[in-house]
């Protein structure tokens, strides 16, 4: 018969419940913190999948290992619960959105209890309640009035059909992330938050991090930082001037050509009478296709003449300036000086358009490609013989000196839209003045309320669903008439300062209380998926940092340490939905089977949490059968006894050693080998010590906390394992088979050790002689005899 799980279980989650064993008193800080932190979920109408269980599971592990080791352990949990499909959801069936993500809330809150993870409910916290999104408006209000958040006219990704803008981390090859529908640019006036101004702090703060490395790339990757120069070009036969941005300055001898992106403010000035028409024609076509697809190295090159020309300023020749659209408007200046000879991109451009080549760098067959590595420099008059760092420095020092052009550094990383022309979000609270001033409300009109609709639909054209409700829309101040802002803000506001509301969930005064703030932060340890690497941990980056630099945070970055749990595959190894398989059904038909212990330490056995991992049927079969035969090594066990024979000793401190080491190195599959070696030890033991098995299941409480429980109080009597004390263990007594080595002095015993068998015969000798003190003090030692693995006898005088 199996352990009846559904009984244990209930009944441990009521006492956990009643006990609010989990709850923490913030502002003990007489013990060290601990902080976890789990990516939250977004409630979607499907519950919990694959990957969540994962990761919660991998966190609970550790705080249930802090808590014994005397941590006052924080471990929250809440819901992301703004975003489109609630929106699309509540369009389609007429509902309210917000009562749809209050049902969807439910369930999750429903299946996360029913894996018994040992979070603090009482911080519980929804992205969508005005008691969080007061502090959420909050903040953009302080970045609005620092300047950080503003309404500015911009190109942006639009997507028709969801009705809304979106930012670069939300399209994958041109169409949106969500629903996969194609996305175009288009200008509007957009909320943008300045990322770009924090990108130096953001890449400066990665270095302490201990982060998974290829994160760290990915956003150093994403900020982009580019050193080069801005060189100044004038237009042949006008005064007009035009900026490139070029990381190398040093080939301005051989640019022949300049490029203009199509959207750029001189190209309609400078285009001569006959090109207007194909210029026109190339602007328009161009403004259809994603910077992505513009800028694909291996495209064809496509590109218009503008019928003008540019003076080299180093030569003073005439270059013919072009638009293309692999330029791009949004990085640099929106214009480059073309050098085909070392750049593969301006090679292709000028192979197709039968433009000059003109190679200023030694090496290469540039009849066949462009030559893109280091050289000697060449046509280059008082370049020539340089290589290209000194050759930069030469040109920086020329320009700077001519006024033509200065170091500039740039960044890739793009401001953040800030505005979804959508209904479920968090109003953005700001008013548009009739004089065309933007204000901001005053704190004590925060939050502002998201006003329930009729109808969520967005307008036509990229009207916002909020427009449509006049009365909250008109406003007026001191006289002044004006209009709330109708767009409302994207899904990763609230995920981007959350971890600091965990902290303090009821302050009505502040975000949190800066004290509390000061003791919790940074977050220890925070798990999550490998998809958010630079959305939602970039932004959240930034919010805190801002607010670190205003005083209200007290640690530069909020994650110490992140994991990214890996992906959980099919029985066949392909990547699963979203959402379990059929074949695997949910998690709660998995829980009703085998329980939520099995469900967890089967996860944690799966493989390395970071490696993607296939599911397996015979698998939790198994890790069931496992947790069963502890069950009943305990229950049935007429071999516990109060008295160490000594005979589990090696087996016991291994244990100890390696569940403790694993389980800080979030190696969890290995733990669990580990413990599945003591309990084969302990069925083939004649007796078991009791100590022993009382201190495994502290170990075991961690991976199955409802059973570790149960066997707890059958064990000792006592309920409540989560505070007992972390098991210690003695390195000496691992050392694989040990003899008794007998001690004489001059024939007569005198004591006995353990030592390690066919142990070394001096290290014997210094050992006996060690421990017969009173007996060799004041004498003379004459001889030492040693018998190997029996004994060693001693002759004084
Ligand atoms: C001349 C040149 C010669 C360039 C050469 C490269 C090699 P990163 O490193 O990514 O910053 N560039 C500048 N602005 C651009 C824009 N808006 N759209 C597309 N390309 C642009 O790249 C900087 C280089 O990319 C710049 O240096 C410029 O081409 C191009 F042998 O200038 B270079």
């Known amino acids: ?211 998974p490395e290829s994160t760290k790339e990915m956003q150093r990757n994403w900020i ?69 697809e513009r800028t694909e190295l291996n495209k064809e090159k496509t590109g218009v003449f503008t019928g003008s020309y540019a003076i080299n300023p180093v030569n003073g020749k005439a270059i013919p300036i072009w638009i293309s659209d692999y330029v791009l408007a949004s990085y640099g200046t929106g214009a480059v000086m073309a050098v085909p000879a070392h750049d593969e991109r301006d090679y292709a451009f000028a192979k197709k358009f039968g433009l000059d080549i003109l190679p200023v760098l030694e090496g290469g067959n540039i009849a066949k490609e462009a030559w893109v590595e280091d050289g000697i420099h060449i046509h280059s008059d008082w370049l020539n013989g340089l290589n290209t760092e000194e050759a930069i420095e030469k040109m920086l020092v020329w320009l700077e000196e001519k006024g033509l052009g200065s170091k500039k550094v740039n960044y890739r990383i793009r401001e953040w839209i800030f505005a979804r022309q959508r209904y479920w979000g968090e109003p953005i609270p700001v008013i548009h003045l009739e004089d065309d001033r933007y204000v901001a409300l005053s704190d004590d009109q925060l939050p502002l309320l998201l006003p329930i609709l009729d109808d969520y639909k967005p307008g036509k054209g990229g009207m916002a669903p909020l427009a449509k409700a006049d009365d909250w829309v008109n406003v007026e101040i001191n006289g002044i008439k004006g209009q709330r802002e109708t767009s409302t803000m994207p899904g990763s506001a609230g995920s981007s300062w959350y971890y600091l509301r965990y902290i303090d969930p009821n302050n009505s005064k502040c975000l949190a209380d800066f004290e509390l703030l000061k003791h919790w932060m940074p977050v220890d340890l925070y798990i999550g998926g490998p998809e958010h690497a630079v959305g939602h941990l970039l932004y959240a980056r930034m919010w805190n940092r801002f607010l670190y630099d205003k005083g209200i945070t007290p640690t530069k970055e909020p994650f110490q340490k992140l994991v990214h749990q890996g992906m959980i595959l099919g029985t066949n190894g392909i990547k699963m939905g979203k959402r379990f398989p059929e074949f695997i059904v949910d998690p709660n ?85 580990q413990m599945m070696i003591f309990i084969n ?19 075991f409480a961690c991976f199955a906390p409802h059973l570790g429980e149960e066997l707890w109080t059958i064990l000792t009597g006592k309920q409540g394992i989560s505070f007992e004390k972390w098991p210690s263990y003695d390195e000496s007594k691992m050392v694989e088979d040990t003899v008794t080595i007998v001690v004489q002095v001059n024939g007569k015993l005198r004591s006995k050790f353990e030592m390690a068998k066919d142990s070394d015969q001096q290290v014997l000798k210094d050992k006996a002689i060690e421990s017969v003190p009173n007996y060799t003090n004041g004498k003379q030692i004459m001889k030492v005899i040693v018998v190997a693995n029996k004994l060693v006898n001693i002759v004084v005088k």
């Open 1 to 211: 018969m199996p352990y009846n799980h559904k009984e244990i279980e209930t009944k441990w989650q009521q006492y956990w419940e009643q006990e609010e064993t989990f709850k923490t008193d913030a502002y003990d800080f007489s013990k060290p913190k601990y902080y976890a932190l789990d990516m939250f979920p977004y409630p979607s109408g499907q519950g919990l999948h694959a990957g969540h269980p994962e990761g919660y599971t991998a966190t609970d592990i550790i705080c249930r290992k802090r808590r014994m080791q005397g941590y006052n352990v924080l471990h929250p949990m809440g819901y992301d619960a703004f975003g489109l499909p609630a929106e699309q959801y509540a369009i389609q069936t007429g509902n309210n959105p917000a009562t749809f993500t209050e049902k969807n809330i439910e369930t999750f809150r429903k299946q996360l209890k029913s894996f018994g993870f040992s979070y603090d409910w009482s911080r519980e916290i929804s992205t969508a309640d005005p008691h969080f999104y007061h502090w959420t408006q909050w903040i953009f209000k302080q970045l609005f009035e620092e300047g950080l958040a503003k309404c500015v006219d911009m190109p942006v990704n639009w997507c028709e059909e969801l009705g809304t803008v979106l930012s670069n981390d939300e399209i994958i090859d041109g169409k949106s992330e969500r629903g996969g529908y194609p996305v175009v640019r288009k200008n509007m006036k957009q909320w943008i938050i300045d990322i770009p101004s924090y990108a130096e702090k953001l890449l400066d703060g990665l270095d302490e991090l201990d982060w």
């Open 224 to 292: 982009g930082k580019s050193v080069g120069a801005s060189v100044q070009f004038q237009v042949q036969g006008s005064d007009q001037r035009f900026i490139v941005f070029t990381t190398r300055c040093d080939t301005l001898f051989g640019a022949s050509y300049c490029v203009l992106s199509p959207e750029h403010e001189l190209v309609n000035e400078i285009t001569t009478e006959i090109q207007k028409e194909a210029v026109k024609a190339y602007q328009k076509e161009a403004s259809l296709k994603s910077d992505l």
């Open 589 to 673: 038909v998995l829980i009703e089977e085998y329980g939520a212990d099995t469900v967890r330490v089967y996860e944690m056995f799966m493989g390395p949490l970071e490696a993607s991992k296939p599911w397996s049927d015979q698998g939790i079969e198994g890790t069931f059968k496992w947790l069963n035969r502890v069950y009943r090594l305990v229950v049935e066990s007429h071999k516990l006894t109060s008295e160490n024979d000594g005979s589990l000793d090696r087996v016991y401190h291994a244990t100890v050693k390696k569940v403790s080491e694993d389980i800080d190195s979030l190696s969890f599959n290995t733990a669990i080998s």
């Open 681 to 699: 030890e302990c069925y083939k033991a004649d007796h078991v010590y009791q100590l022993y098995l009382e201190n495994f299941v502290k170990m």
